[in-house]
Nanobody, 123 residues
Framework: QVQLAESGGGSVQTGGSLRLSCAVSGYGVTSYSVGWFRQGPGKQREGVAAINCFGTTTYADSVKGRFTITKDSAKNTLSLQMNTLKPDDTAMYYC?????????????????WGQGTQVTVSS
């Protein structure tokens, strides 16, 4: 059974940093693409960052240069370092695992999802 569990969310002020972690079981983070998605108040869920089975990363334009996605194959975890946070980054953040290797931020390709962790950025 595949399980993903996020941690590390919280409240910060504009310009602050947070690091999200995702513990994965029943699924190898090096097998397929894994990624982070978010859903803000009144918004659709959107892709934030993904890393494919070869280690190639993809980022949404809105977070490029501020967020960094990494995975640790030994610990079977996924992380998202978020710097220079803005109020627009306020959302529930989800880690997800796909059954393909492309690394694209295509929502439908991600089969397994965590419960989410809240990130709130105040101005």
């Amino acid at each position: 059974q595949v399980q993903l569990a996020e941690s590390g969310g919280g409240s910060v002020q504009t310009g602050g940093s947070l690091r999200l972690s995702c513990a994965v079981s029943g699924y190898g983070v090096t097998s397929y693409s894994v990624g982070w998605f978010r859903q803000g108040p009144g918004k659709q869920r959107e892709g934030v960052a993904a890393i494919n089975c070869f280690g190639t990363t993809t980022y949404a334009d809105s977070v490029k240069g501020r967020f960094t996605i990494t995975k640790d194959s030994a610990k079977n975890t996924l992380s998202l370092q978020m710097n220079t946070l803005k109020p627009d980054d306020t959302a529930m953040y989800y880690c997800a695992a796909a059954n393909v290797c492309t690394g694209a931020l295509v929502l439908q390709w991600y089969k397994y999802w965590g419960q989410g962790t809240q990130v709130t950025v105040s101005s």
